[in-house]
């Protein structure tokens, strides 16, 4: 497709139910990063790898939250036991450029409601 | 550690009046600001990005600027069309890849 695409676009849970979040980037996209946001509140960075590397995941703020990209293209996010506190946002970026850049092409998000 | 504090929270325009939107940091060490334009539903999407003081990047009606503590926006006769909320982000050397988004400006363009 054109742009980054992400689905669901709109999910609720009950609280303790797990949860799977796809990406699916832009095609030959190297770069592929998650990032959560609140109501009201800018994104915050979850995780980034770059093709199935993840190379960085220190903003996952969890053993909860789950990141992977075996083949280097589609991502999953994985919540378990989902909180309350887990109802945001969450936003898929690429970039065509590995390693350190601050272009990215975002997704529309999936928006997540836990009960 | 590293804050981005963006003002004001929300701002209203008329169409064709001129302002300007704050973007203050402090970072250890900045590798790069980023603004970022986003939509009611959507996700962000890139606008300009900043290496060093003095630097200015421009695009139609918007021209952003640096300065070794904060970045503006500048707006130039705004249309409702300007209507969404500004992001400003930074990178920073110590915190890899990841960027450090401010709350953002909403920005009200009426006719």
């Known amino acids: 497709g054109a742009g980054v695409s992400q689905s669901p676009r709109y999910k609720v849970a009950k609280r303790g139910q797990d949860v799977a979040l796809r990406c699916d980037p832009i095609s030959g996209h190297v770069s592929l990063f998650w990032y959560q946001q609140a109501l009201g509140q800018g994104p915050e960075f979850l995780t980034y790898?770059?093709?199935?590397?993840?190379?960085?995941k220190s903003g996952l703020p969890s053993d909860r939250f789950f990141a992977e990209r075996p083949e280097g293209s589609v991502s999953t996010l994985k919540i378990q036991r989902t909180q309350q506190e887990d109802s945001a946002v969450y936003l898929c970026?690429?970039?065509?450029?590995?390693?350190?850049?601050?272009?990215?092409?975002f997704g529309e998000g999936s928006r997540l409601t836990v009960l | 550690e590293d804050q981005v504090t963006q003002s004001p929270e929300a701002l209203r325009l008329q169409e064709g009046e001129s302002s300007s939107l704050n973007c203050s940091y402090t970072v250890s060490g900045l590798r790069g600001l980023f603004w970022y334009r986003q939509d009611p539903g959507k996700g962000p999407e890139f606008l300009f990005t900043l290496y060093s003081a003095g630097e200015e990047k421009e695009k139609e009606r918007l021209k952003a600027t640096l300065t070794k503590k904060e970045s503006f926006l500048h707006i130039t006769a705004p249309k409702p069309e300007d209507s969404a909320t500004y992001l400003c982000?930074?990178?920073?050397?110590?915190?890899?890849?990841?960027?450090?988004f401010g709350k953002g400006t909403t920005l009200s363009v009426s006719s």
């Open positions: 790898f770059q093709n199935e590397a993840q190379l960085d």
């Open positions: 970026a690429s970039s065509p450029i590995g390693g350190n850049t601050g272009e990215l092409f």
């Open positions: 982000a930074v990178q920073v050397y110590q915190a890899g890849t990841a960027l450090i």
